[in-house]
């Protein structure tokens, strides 16, 4: 394999914020470039394939991006950590490979893990990969999970989609003793679920490896069902296609730690015309899962007539995945009231977390959280909070806890927010936002680290601290909107919180990943 020799340590930006209940406060320590120069260089790599319509301006293919990343952080060996990220993306879908990246001396430095058998770019049969995800079981196995795709649609299904599917790998927990991973160390790829008939996408996965038994990993996604002669507008966050559309949720598990997973069952279907979006699976201090996801309802007639609605809503099971309740209609969280951003410079879209959300749970308590982006406080997009210390039972009012100042202009946009609960129960969540825009040149962009140690429903208990930036998210890929992923990684090792996240860089580098860590200060 190829190993990823550019490790970048820069300046330390140590920001410390005092807490507003006495607590420790938090620093963030050097930040390191983990990705560099794409390694997908050589055929079959295809330069050319889906190309289709490009705006003026735009690239069809972002060589050298790598963009919308995941990590994980060792259960047991704070010192490994895990990252995945889309390599060299396409302004129309996907990438040409999921790429991941290694370390063994706590983020210090990385070497680069290439799937086999995926994209052609890796040996394997299909054009593209994307939504990659990663999670260790608690024996140190890593499990992968990527949807896989073809871009061109099927001869009679103008508007429908190519063949696709999600597939899993896995890397055992010995692998990672001297910090590279080769292709032989992976896993064959096993296909859980394929659509090749043009009228579906299965899209938006995740996976979440079982935290008490390393027996068990489960998969959530959502199967977008289109009949024929529809077409998706990826531009309205609705997602519409006639009265046969809908977008269920769709559930697989191993119960053998990756050998052989079930075949996809359908965890919820909101009916025709209505779709899910963004599953995540999280499990708390007991044992019991949650699948979060949102839950957009164009019209149901069993629910008030509900018409043009974001919920974020969950359902669970005691049983490791066997049942799921409640038996109808979910539990809704909260309303989320989608919040586009615009580029204050130029008005142009960027593409970001808008319908999509993350959930984090506190294993010691089983205390709940969710942040997403909402417009509901400012009339433009900041993040929203809510919490359930009582297994998702009641929840607090959704409350504003990013601190960019509002000035009523583009400039106090925030946005792709990313959760996560540290061993001594503190929360803290990430986001970037443009407050550092200046006229000319690009649009600078920065990446921000709020935290919490308790009475989190209060705003007036988050502090805030810098994480990294200014950079010009004007720069990142140009996929129906500037983008740096339809999500970021954050996780933790102890008390110390582990963002992996994108920036963009310049032409020739249009955006790159980054590691960080923020911890309390001593």
Known sequence: MRRCSLLIALVALVVIAADPAGAVPFATGPVTQVSGASSLTTPPCSATQGEGTVLPGKQALYVNSEVEPWVDVHPTDPNVVAAMWQQDRWF??????????????????????????????????????????ISFSPNGDLHVMHLVL??????????????????????????????????GEISEPILIASEDNGEGLHDKNSMTADPFDSDFVYAVWDLLDLPAGAAINPDRGVFGGGLGFKGAALFSRTTDGGQTWSEPKVLYNPGGVNQTIGNQIVVDDDGTLYDFFNEILNFRNDDGGAQFEFNLSFKLSNDRGERWRPGGRPVRVAKIVPAPVRDPDT??????????????????????????????????????????????????????????????????????????????????????????????GGTDTDHWFVHCHAACSNPANWEEGHVDGPFDARQ???????????????????????????????????????YAEVAPAP
Not at 480 to 496: E, R, W
Request: charged share 20%; hydrophobic share 35%.
């Open 150 to 183: 073809d871009i061109e649609t099927l001869p009679g299904r103008p508007g429908g989609f190519g063949p696709n599917g999600m597939a899993v790998q896995k890397i055992e927990g010995s692998a990672f003793a001297d910090g590279i991973i080769d292709t």
């Open 476 to 514: 990142a890929p140009f996929a129906n909107g500037y983008f740096l992923g339809d999500y970021v990684g954050l996780d933790h090792a102890g008390n110390v919180f582990t963002p992996f996240f994108t920036e963009g860089l310049s032409p020739a580098d249009p955006s790159s990943q980054f």
């Open 92 to 133: 129309n879908g996907g990438a040409r490979a999921n790429v991941g990246a290694v370390s063994i001396d706590g983020g210090a430095t990385w070497s680069e893990v290439r799937f086999p058998d995926i994209t052609q770019c890796d040996g394997g049969p299909w054009d593209r990969a994307s939504d990659p995800w």
């Open 347 to 440: 008005n142009e879209p960027h593409r970001t977390a808008d319908v999509i959300f993350d959930v984090a749970s506190d294993l010691s308590t089983g205390a709940l959280y969710a942040v997403w982006q909402d417009r509901r406080f400012t009339g433009r997009s900041a993040i929203a909070f809510t919490m359930s210390i009582d297994g998702g039972s009641t929840w607090t009012t959704p409350a504003r806890i990013d601190k960019t100042p509002v000035t009523g202009t583009a400039n106090d946009q925030t946005f792709l927010p990313a959760v996560d609960v540290a061993d001594d129960g503190t929360v803290g969540v990430t986001y970037y936002d443009f407050r550092n825009n200046g006229p000319g």
